[in-house]
């Protein structure tokens, strides 16, 4: 079992629709990440959140809105997606963002979102 | 930039063979490196982390070198099996500012009983 959690494990919707990516973490982790992953693609980061705060956003379109309310719950409001949106959205966390160590990141098993 | 390569892209073996992944990255001023595995439509699992002072890491079947200087790592599996049949994937942080990490295009592996 992962110790990131997202829901919904899968998603389709309409690119008129409005939904949004959840994902939850109890380790105590500060940081907290986004990435896309297209089929047989590596991962790409999207956004990073360090301790609440929007650290870093990978030029990504202003359709997709990611928001950390708190220390454990990390959300990717979505609005107005286009077909080339489809992918898995995986979320992951770390203690920090502070470099070198053993600070591995722990993944979620992502979300699957089809847009039609 | 960072940019991350691993070869092969696919590899097919009997299930017994013992056999090496490879990962090259180009900026060699890394912090870390690590190995993930995924399966078909989940997420990643870490398998194992070597910090840029190490130059291997052990974890059961699986070891893992890190040379710095020539931009290379390897990951050896031993005595493979069918359940080791994933997509393992590479990856070093994109710039020494922190955890975010920058991907190889992984290697799938089919392991035949």
């Known amino acids: 079992d992962t110790e990131v959690t997202q829901t919904p494990k899968h998603l389709v919707m309409g690119m008129t629709n409005k939904k949004s990516l959840k994902c939850e973490q109890h380790?105590?982790?500060?940081?907290m990440y986004w990435y896309k992953q297209k089929a047989k693609k590596p991962p790409e980061l999207m956004f990073v959140?360090?301790?609440?705060?929007?650290?870093i956003n990978e030029s990504v379109p202003s359709r997709f809105s990611p928001e950390c309310p708190n220390s454990s719950l990390l959300n990717l409001h979505l609005h107005a997606l286009q077909p080339e949106d489809s992918a898995l959205y995986l979320c992951?966390?770390?203690?920090?963002?502070?470099?070198?160590?053993?600070?591995?990141?722990?993944f979620g098993d992502g979300t699957r979102l089809s847009i039609l | 930039k960072q940019e991350v390569t691993q070869i092969p892209a696919a590899l097919s073996v009997p299930e017994g063979e013992n056999l090496v992944l490879n990962c090259s990255f180009t900026?060699?001023?890394?912090?870390?490196l690590q190995w993930f595995r995924q399966d078909p439509g989940k997420g990643l699992t870490s398998l194992l982390l070597?910090?840029?002072?190490?130059r291997e890491q052990t974890s059961g079947r699986l070891n893992a070198s890190l040379d710095k200087s020539s931009g290379r790592s390897t990951l050896y599996i031993a005595a493979s099996q069918p359940g080791d049949s994933a997509t393992y994937l590479c990856?070093?942080?994109?710039?020494?500012?922190?955890?975010?990490?920058?991907f190889g295009g992984g290697t799938r592996l089919m392991v035949k009983p």
């Open positions: 992951a966390s770390s203690p920090s963002l502070a470099p070198g160590g053993l600070r591995p990141q722990h």
């Open positions: 380790m105590g982790h500060r940081a």
């Open positions: 959140y360090s301790y609440e705060k929007l650290s």
């Open positions: 900026d060699s001023a890394i912090y870390n």
């Open positions: 070597i910090q840029s002072s190490q």
């Open positions: 990856a070093v942080p994109i710039n020494n500012a922190g955890n975010m990490l920058t």
